[in-house]
């Protein structure tokens, strides 16, 4: 089970030794995997730990590229698939869904990673080919299509090893939203961010109460304060306005950003532990349980997201 010791400043190497046992021959599916971004981290750490495969999911092989030169160099044996994979497109998240189970070498999927995401500074939703604001899309919309359609494989993990999981990356920007998953109004880039950031919540906990029986495990988890592209586009003025509204949530802002290797650790706690000390759908945070916002304890919320996601997908989960 999680070690006390765990916390803040654990990297992700630590949490694999810990768990090594878990890790040798698992097949692992993470979206967004630039070497500048956890992503990258999550998939170096656990390939350096023995991973049999590595399913690795980017907008471009290229943006992929250093990651996958680094996850082979750390491990020669392990199996890499490159998936290209746009969840701002979500003809491209079924095309890469159908490739992957297509994949002869790809038999089950033990451990799904929803990690990519993006943070836009836009005072005005910017929309995809889909007609979705962007940050909702992307890291909500896209994620659980491609869950949606990988269930089979996830599944087929779990009837064979007791349980697969699902990992959705939050963060505690979902404290900055307003309980409604209509589109914000007035519209900032902050109120986008955390109703996405609630939902990657609201998701696990879905998931948890609706296949937990079939061996499905899923978890949130908040990476903390990591500097990466996600928030790129971010100006000054940007910043204030976020610690402004984080200030107003309550929340507490540490004196300087985790590395890239402590960003993951969390991710790989909720990946690994075979005995997590939190309930299915649990939120986490610097390793271990953490309860978030009332807002995204209410169960009325996971069904409504449901239907939200549904009718804007114009398709039933799985």
Known sequence: ????????????????????????????????????????????????????????????????????????????????????????????????????????SVQSIDVLINNAGVSLADETPRLTKDGLEETWQVCHVGHWLLTSLLMPKLLAAASVKGEARVINLSSTGHNFWNGSFDEPSPFTGIAA???????????????????????????????????????????ADDFARAVEAGKEAGLEYGSEPKTLEQGCSTTLVAALDPAIPAPNGAYLDDCHEKKPNAKVEDVQKVEELWKVTEKALGQKFL
């Open 1 to 104: 089970m999680s070690t006390p010791h765990f916390n803040d400043k654990t990297t992700g190497d630590e949490v694999v030794l810990q768990f090594k046992d878990r890790v040798r021959g698992l097949t692992v599916l993470i979206t967004g995997v630039t070497h500048t971004g956890i992503g990258g981290s999550t998939a170096v750490a656990l390939a350096r730990g023995g991973a049999e495969c590595l399913i690795l999911a980017s907008r471009s092989e290229s943006r992929a590229a250093e990651t996958i030169e680094t996850v082979k160099k750390v491990n020669p044996a392990v199996t890499v698939v490159f998936v290209k994979l746009d969840l701002a497109d979500l003809a491209s998240v079924r095309t890469a869904a159908q490739g992957i189970l297509d994949n002869p």
């Open 193 to 235: 961010y955390g109703r996405a950031k609630a939902a990657n919540i609201l998701f696990s906990k879905g998931l948890a109460l609706k296949y937990g029986s079939r061996g499905i495990k899923s978890y949130s988890v908040q990476p903390g304060w990591v500097t990466t592209q996600l928030i790129s586009t971010w100006k």
